[in-house]
C-alpha cells in the first residue's frame, strides 16, 4: 500500500504529465504510439542537445587556450538556475489555473503541507530533467575534452539534482504572497498574461545572456581581464547566486581529481536548496491553500435592470452560423492560457527573439551589412522571408489540435445544426487567420530588414502563406485522422499532442528540403513563387477538396 | 415529435450493445421522461437522438425527418440542453446566446426578445455581459436551458436539465416544460430524480441494460407491476422503478446462466 503522500504525488504527476501505467498498454496501437513518443522525444531531445554542444564546444575552444575552460560549468549552472527559475515560475503559476479539480483535495484529511509537498516534487521532477539537459551537456563536453575521473560525473549528476531546489523554492516564495495579496491574480486570464510576460522575458534573458557571452568570447583580451584575477565577474557571479559557485567549486574539484574536497560543495548546495524547500512547505503551504481554494472566486458583473435591457437590445445581432463558428473557435482558444501559449503566441514570440538577437549583435552589424548586401537583388532574401514567414504561420498547432481541443465539448456541438464540412473549416479559418498573420510577421519583417521591393516583399509574404496554409491543412487531416479525445488537461490536448509536433517538425523539415532545392534551381524570384507557391497551393487544394468528405467519414466513426 | 425505431448501438471497445432494439415515440403536447439506472443505455440513446452518435441500425425522426438523411434540417427542429455545462468558460453569457442565435438562424429581433423574457425568468439578465466561467452550475444550466430555446423549437431534450438548479429555477423550469407541452411542443427529458418524473411526466420510459423495459403512463407502469405483485399498487415510481429494474437484473442474471 503507498502511503498518501506517493499516492499524491503519483496522481499529481499522471495529470500533469499526461502519464498512463504501462499496465493500460494493452493494444499494438497502444505501444506503437508509446515508441513513437519515446522515439519523437528523443529526436527533439538530440536536436537541442546537438545546439547546446555546438555552443559549448565554441565556448570551450575560445576559453581552452586561456585556461579558463572550468568557466562551462559556471555558465552550465548559470543556464541551469535561469531555465529552472523561468520555466518553474510558469509551471508553478499555471498550477493555479489547473487547480479546479484538485480543490476536492483540500476535502481529504491530508495536510496543506503534505498538498503543497506533492506539487512541489511533481515540479521539481519536470525542471530536474532541464537541470540534468543543460548541465549535462557542458559536463560531456568537458568530459571528452579533459577525460575526469569517474567521481566527476556523479557529483555532475547530484549538482543536477541539488540546483533546482532554490530557484523553484525562490519561485514559490515570489507567486505564493503575489496568488494571496492580488485579488485580479485569481483568474486564468491574469495567469496567461503573468505567464506569457515571464515566458518572454525568460526568452529575452536567455538569449541576451547566451549573445552576449559568445560575442565576449571572440575576445581574448576580454576573458583574461574578466576572469583570470581575484574579484572577476565569476566571484561576483557567485557572491550574487551561490548555487553557481558551489557548483563549480564542486566539478571543478572533482575535474581535478580531488572529489573529496568537492563533496562539501555539493553538499552546500542540497542544504541550502532544501533548507530553502523546507521554508516553503513551512510557512507558505497555509497560504497556497487558501490562494487555489480562492481562486477563480466569481466576479459576476451584474447589470442593473434598466442596463440589462439596454445590453440585450445593444449586443445581439444576428449573423451567419460559419462566422458564428469561426468566433467561437477563435474565442475558445486564444482565452485559454494553455492553448494560446503554445499556440499562436509563437508568431510574436519567435520574432521578439530574433529583434533581442539582432540587437544585442549589433557590434557585429558590419559583417551582417555585407551580408545583407550579398542576398539583395537575388532570390535568396525574398526565400529567407518567405521560409521564416512560412514556419511562423505553421508553427501556431491550431489546425494540429483542433479536433483534440474540443473533445469535451463535442457531444453539446454535434447535436448543433451544423455540417462537419463547416465545423471543422470554421477552425481550418482560425488557422489560416493566424498563418497569413504568422506569413505577414515572418516574411514581410524580414523584407523590411532586408529593404525589398514591394513585389518582392509580396511575393515573399504569399509564398510563406501558401505553405503554411498547406501545412495547416494537413494538420487539420492528421487530427482529424487520429484526435487525442481523452484527456483530463488541456496540456494533454495542445502540448503533449503529437500531431502538433508532427506538423511542426514535418513543416520545419519540409522548409529545410524546399531551401536546400533552392541553391541547386536557379529560377528567380518569379519562378520559385510560381513553382513553390503554385505547387503548395495545389497540393492544399486538393486536400481541401477531399477533406469535407474524409472528415465526413470520420466523425461518423467517433465515440464522444 | 421524436420516433426511435430498432435504435441499436455497440461501442467499438465493447463486445455488448449499450442500446438494443429501442422503439420509442414522443408525442407533441406531453412531457416525456426517459429513466434508467447509471449505465443503462440513457446517455448513449440521447446521443443517438440528437446526432451525436451514429446508430448501428435504426433510424431517428424529428417531426418526420430523418436524423441520418437530413442531419441539419432536424437539428434545427430540437433544442437540446447536455448534461455537461463546464464547455464553455472561455465566452461571455451573451456571446454564448448570440452564438446558439446564430447556429439556429434565428433573426435579430426574435433573438433579442427571447433572451430577454427568458433571461428574465431564470434571474440571469443582470449577468449576461459576464463570463460563463463565473458563472456557478446552476447559473450556466440556467444559460443553457436559455439557449436551447432561443430557436424556440418544435421538440425540446433535455439531460438531466435539474442538475446544480436552485429549488426556484427548478420550479421555474418544470413550469416552462409544462407551458411547451400544452402550447402543443413535445419535451423529452433524462432524469435520475423519480419525484420530478413522477410530478410532470404525461408518458415515461424506463431502460436499463440497454433494452427498453416499459413505456406509457405512471398509472400504466403501476397495473402492470400489480399483475406481477400485488403490493406494487401503493407504491410510488421510486419503488415500481426499482422493483422493474430488479426483475430485469434477475432475468439478465438468468441468461448469462
Known sequence: MRTPFAALVALQARATFGLKPLADYHSYKDWLKLAGMVLLFLVVGADLAAIFVMSALAQYDALQPQGLQGLLLLNSAIMASMAVFSLGFIMILSGWSQSAADRQLFAMPIGNRQLLAARFVVVYLSEFAFSVFLVGVQLVVLGVKEAPPPAFWILGLLTSLALPLLPLAIAWIIIVPIMSAARFMRSRNAIMLAGGFVGVAFALAFNLYVQSSMTKLGDPAWMLAHYAGPGTVMNLVGTAWPPSLFAYKALSLAMAGDWLQGLPWVAASFALGLAATALVLAFFARAWARSVLAFGEGSLRRLGRGQAHAFVSRNFLAGGAFRALVLRESRMMNREPMYFLNGPFIVLLMPLILVLAWFVQRGNLASIAVALEAVRGGPLGFLAGAAFGAFLGSATSIAATALSRDAKALPALLALPVSVRDFMLAKLAHALGWGLIGAIVGAGGLALVLHLGFLEAAASVLLAFAFSSLANMAGLWIDTANPRLSWDNPVAAMKQNPNSVIVLLGAMAAIGGLGYLATILSLGIAGFTLAYGGGAALAFAGLFATYPRFAQRRFLRLEP | ?257
Not at chain 2, 84 to 99: H, I, M, V
Not at chain 2, 168 to 182: G, N, P, T, V, W
Request: charged residues 30%; aromatic residues 8%; contains cysteine.
Open chain 2, 1 to 257: 415529435m421524436l420516433r426511435l425505431q430498432g435504435l441499436s448501438k455497440t461501442y467499438s471497445r465493447s463486445e455488448s450493445k449499450a442500446v438494443d432494439s429501442v422503439d420509442l415515440e414522443v408525442r407533441d403536447g406531453e412531457i416525456f421522461g426517459f429513466l434508467g439506472p447509471n449505465g443503462a443505455g440513457k446517455t448513449t440513446t440521447m446521443k443517438m437522438v440528437t446526432g451525436v452518435l451514429a446508430p448501428d441500425s435504426g433510424s431517428v425522426s424529428i417531426d418526420g425527418i430523418d436524423l441520418a438523411a437530413d442531419p441539419i434540417a432536424a437539428k434545427l427542429r430540437f433544442g437540446y440542453v447536455p448534461d455537461n455545462p463546464e464547455l464553455w468558460n472561455k465566452l461571455k453569457a451573451s456571446e454564448y446566446l448570440d452564438f446558439m442565435g446564430d447556429i439556429y438562424r434565428v433573426s435579430t429581433a426574435d433573438r433579442r426578445a427571447r433572451v430577454g423574457e427568458l433571461s428574465e425568468r431564470f434571474a440571469i439578465s443582470d449577468v449576461l455581459s459576464s463570463s460563463i466561467g463565473s458563472f456557478s452550475r446552476g447559473m450556466k444550466q440556467k444559460l443553457f436551458v436559455i439557449g436551447s430555446l432561443i430557436h424556440d423549437p418544435g421538440n425540446w431534450i433535455l439531460d438531466e436539465p435539474m442538475v446544480g438548479l436552485d429549488p426556484q429555477a427548478a420550479f421555474d423550469l418544470k413550469e416552462l416544460m409544462r407551458a411547451r407541452a400544452s402550447a402543443g411542443k413535445c419535451v423529452f427529458f433524462s432524469t435520475h430524480v423519480l419525484e420530478v418524473a413522477q410530478r410532470i411526466c404525461d408518458r415515461i420510459a424506463v431502460i436499463a441494460r440497454g433494452r427498453l423495459l416499459f413505456t406509457g403512463t405512471i398509472d400504466e407502469l403501476r397495473t402492470l407491476r400489480q399483475k406481477t405483485d400485488a403490493r406494487a399498487g401503493d407504491e410510488d415510481l421510486e419503488g415500481l422503478f426499482l422493483d422493474l429494474v430488479d426483475d430485469s437484473d434477475s432475468a439478465g442474471k438468468g441468461e448469462r446462466q
